[in-house]
């Protein structure tokens, strides 16, 4: 009876003890805010709903479980919250590529806040057009291709995923180099001028569409089982019209 | 109760008659001649027949107690063991133990006699056509060469049999600078954490396996380099080949967290089967079939703040071949 009494004591002061230890939070929190709040000050509200967990109050990070935001500027949370990449499920595993938690408007009041807590990069604003494809296809075979594929596939390297880039925006390229998101490399301007930037995102675009002459790509192998296929279809049609003939001079 | 009693005494019968009584085989005469025992022989064969039982039962317990260090040597050491025992005792049983005896019978005679010398003249008369013979022996026979000589030929793709010089030789000489695929030097300076460079030797040939170098930095806090090592990353900056010592790809993954405290550690990767080196601890391998260790290149930083090469590699450069382990790399 003694022993079944501590026990039972023992849990009373224990259970409120490890609900109090911090738990990762669940779910998003949409605040309410009244209109005409400034865009930072609903990011602010929605950071310390959302995001302040596992980045601080004050998005001054915490160790081992997230790292400071002050002066990443609007480059960065521009780039995870588009992605999907953030709001974590929990802290430590990969971000993957999903469909973002937040609207447009939630997304640029957080970007604003974060972006106002410290000097940082802004969110890029390449120029694919003034690119060159060619010296982009050299930068990205150089730089990316390791992971990526150079037909933009994805790929996998132990510890982590690339992801493909099939589906992914000009911003979000640019931010990807420069930020060097999980275990990707981060690629400062010394090495990857803006300029070259551009070419490479040119190359990007390129691969996303590529140009199918034919019009029938056959998983873009190249020209040459293309026209195999031609002959193949051709000779078809050859050995067709052949038996047609035959018919009718035997008719 | 009646019937097992009647079991036991025939069972007793059975146990205690056995080699009593022998059936009485009528002596037949020998077809090998006797031979003289040997009981020594006999105590050898015995012998090695008594070890091999034991490093196979030997086997058997290393196999089963898992956690050895050098397991499959040792399984290997005894089973081999146990299979030249019982060879061993098979030599001596056919040496010592077999009655041995030679004999000789005579060919039997021909059974066609004439039909040899008809034939050698069919074969003979069938060839009357040809007037120069030996000039069509030599054009065949020289056929037969060239063809088994196309035959053999493409084995020399197996990899180099003569000139394997080249394989452990490397253009990187102490002094010789760093310079990026435009022919540009590198500057200690403007080598960032975070990312990665591919570097080649200025004035030499790139093509040469013992080339391309990755080019990292890292805070020199975060170094555990092998003794032997120190100052070979002069601020931090390491360079590696970027030769994968398994198959011999271009190492172009590198793995650099952004988070270090939560997301895996720095390291290079190869993405053809997926080795994996550590840059930290001087490219060990943490994954993957590569057998070496990435060889690493000792840098220095010029009056001019321009990398150049500290030397020669720490071990032999590209994919492992037979030869690796006996040679190291060069200058």
């Known amino acids: 009876m003694r022993a079944v009494l501590t026990f039972a004591l023992a849990v009373a002061l224990l259970l409120p003890a490890a609900a109090g230890a911090d738990p990762i939070q669940q779910g998003i929190v949409i605040p309410h805010v009244p209109p005409g709040t400034p865009p930072v000050g609903l990011g602010q509200q929605l950071f310390a709903g959302n995001c302040a967990t596992c980045h601080g109050a004050d998005a001054q990070g915490i160790p081992g479980r997230g790292p400071s935001l002050r002066g990443v500027g609007a480059l960065a949370p521009d780039f995870y919250l588009r992605n999907g990449y953030m709001p974590l499920e929990r802290p430590g595993i990969e971000p993957t590529p999903s469909r973002p938690v937040f609207d447009d408007r939630e997304i640029r009041a957080i970007v604003a806040y974060v972006a106002s807590l410290g000097k940082g990069p802004p969110v890029p604003s390449p120029d694919p057009a003034r690119g060159s494809v060619s010296e982009g296809q050299r930068l990205f075979a150089d730089h990316c291709s390791g992971c990526h594929q150079i037909a933009l596939a994805g790929g996998y390297l132990t510890g982590g995923v690339a992801p493909p880039l099939n589906g992914v925006t000009p911003v979000q390229v640019a931010e990807a180099v420069r930020i060097g998101p999980y275990l990707m490399p981060t690629f400062p301007s010394s090495q990857i001028s803006d300029k070259q930037l551009s070419s490479l995102i040119a190359y990007v675009e390129e691969a996303q569409h590529p140009q199918d002459r034919g019009g029938w790509a056959l998983g ?27 018919r009718r001079i035997q008719s | 109760m009646k019937a097992l009693w009647r079991w036991l005494v025939a069972t007793i019968v059975l146990v205690f008659s056995r080699g009593r009584r022998r059936p009485q085989v009528p002596r037949r005469e020998r077809i090998v001649p006797p031979g003289g025992a040997s009981p020594r022989a006999e105590l050898v064969v015995l012998a090695l027949l008594g070890a091999a039982t034991l490093c196979a039962i030997a086997f058997i317990a290393i196999y089963a107690l898992d956690r050895l260090s050098h397991q499959t040597q040792l399984l290997g050491l005894a089973l081999g063991l146990a299979l030249a025992f019982i060879a061993a005792a098979c030599i001596v049983t056919a040496n010592r133990l077999i009655v041995t005896e030679e004999l000789e019978e005579d060919y039997p005679p021909p059974a066609h006699p004439g039909q040899v010398e008809a034939l050698d003249r069919l074969v003979d008369e069938s060839g009357d056509r040809i007037s120069r013979k030996r000039l069509l022996t030599l054009g065949a026979g020289a056929a037969g060469a060239a063809l088994g000589a196309a035959l053999l030929v ?16 490397t253009p990187w000489r102490r002094g010789r600078r760093l310079v990026d695929e435009t022919g540009r030097p590198f500057r200690a300076d403007e080598i960032e954490e975070a990312t990665f460079y591919t570097a080649y030797p200025e004035g030499a040939s790139r093509e040469e396996v013992g080339s391309p170098l990755l080019v990292i930095r890292l805070d020199p806090k975060l170094l555990r380099l092998p003794q032997g090592r120190a100052g070979w990353a002069p601020q931090g900056i390491l360079a590696y080949s970027k030769i994968c010592t398994h198959a011999g790809c271009a190492i172009n993954l590198y793995r650099s967290p952004l988070f270090p405290a939560a997301e895996p550690k720095p390291a290079f990767v190869c993405p053809c089967h997926y080795s994996t080196f550590d840059p930290m601890t001087g490219g060990t391998v943490i994954f993957g079939p590569a057998g070496r260790n990435l060889p690493q290149l000792p840098l220095l930083v010029d009056s001019g703040g321009h990398l150049r090469a500290g030397g020669v590699f720490s071990g032999a450069v590209g994919p492992s071949w037979w030869g690796v382990r006996l040679h190291g790399a060069r200058s």
Not at chain 2, 157 to 169: I, Q
Request: hydrophobic share 60%.
């Open chain 1, 220 to 246: 873009h192998v190249g020209p040459v089982p293309e026209g195999l296929v031609t002959w193949l279809l051709a000779s078809a049609a050859l050995v067709a019209v052949c038996v047609l003939i035959g």
């Open chain 2, 154 to 169: 493409p084995a020399v793709s197996l990899g180099p049999l003569l000139d394997t010089a080249a394989l452990y030789r």
